[in-house]
């Protein structure tokens, strides 16, 4: 069964603490996406990869990191450095000979 | 850099009216994509638009693309409850690897 796995779905931290949300993809697309939506907003890029072992800072790159060392996993780590960390992170993927992206279903990061 | 809007930003409509959403981009695209998602879900893909004055239909659905893409259109057909969700269109400019996502139209359908 191909697609995007997000995991968890919902994920509670504390203020000062690091958390990393997983995203894996089957579907063999070079490219892969992080997205911020806050309640009622559109997505926001937060980093892209465009192929293993290269990525790029998108709109709202502060307080995150990334690593592409395999192809199929994309993870996002949101550091204490991030000042409102609550929000939907989305993670997307692309076929390097389309602009479609196929979503995950999501991590609902909550910070206490 | 490159900025899409949408309008409206929230639209209730009566069961069975019409709907239309507009995407505005600042720059000229090379293609432009809309998605869908439901209330707690993720984005899904609807439909991709290449050409300049190109329309696409399905079902109840209309995609429309500017002649001077630059913008685009979603309409629907005598709504549904099931058509609720909030419409993002996303273009891309080209030379980027990245789309730029709309501010979203959030659809309230009322039985």
């Known amino acids: 069964d191909g697609g995007i796995t997000q995991s968890p779905k919902y994920l509670f931290r504390k203020e000062g603490q690091n958390v990393t949300l997983s995203c894996e993809q089957n579907?063999?697309?070079?490219?892969m996406y992080w997205y911020r939506q806050d309640p009622g907003q559109g997505l926001r890029l937060i980093y892209y990869?465009?192929?293993?072992?290269?990525?790029q800072k998108g709109d709202i790159a502060e307080g995150y990191s990334v690593s592409r060392e395999k192809k199929e996993s994309f993870p996002l780590t949101v550091t204490s450095a991030q000042k409102n960390p609550t929000a939907f992170y989305l993670c997307?993927?692309?076929?390097?000979?389309?602009?479609?992206?196929?979503f995950g279903p999501g991590t609902r990061l909550t910070v206490l | 850099g490159q900025q899409v809007m949408q309008i409206p930003q929230y639209q209730h409509v009566q069961e069975g009216e019409d709907f239309t959403t507009y995407c505005n981009s600042s720059?000229?695209?090379?293609?432009i994509q809309w998605y869908k998602q439901r209330p707690g879900g993720h984005p899904v893909f609807l439909i991709q638009?290449?050409?300049?004055?190109e329309v696409k239909k399905q079902k109840r659905l209309t995609f429309q693309f500017g002649e001077a893409k630059k913008n685009s259109s979603l309409h629907i057909t005598a709504t549904q409850t099931t058509d609720v969700g909030t419409y993002f269109c996303?273009?891309?400019?080209?030379?980027?690897?990245?789309?730029?996502f709309g501010t979203g139209t959030k659809l309230q359908v009322i039985p």
């Open positions: 990869s465009q192929i293993v072992n290269d990525f």
């Open positions: 997307a993927s692309r076929a390097t000979s389309t602009d479609t992206q196929y």
């Open positions: 720059t000229t695209l090379s293609n």
């Open positions: 579907l063999n697309h070079d490219a």
């Open positions: 638009l290449v050409k300049s004055g």
């Open positions: 996303a273009g891309n400019s080209g030379g980027y690897q990245k789309v730029t």
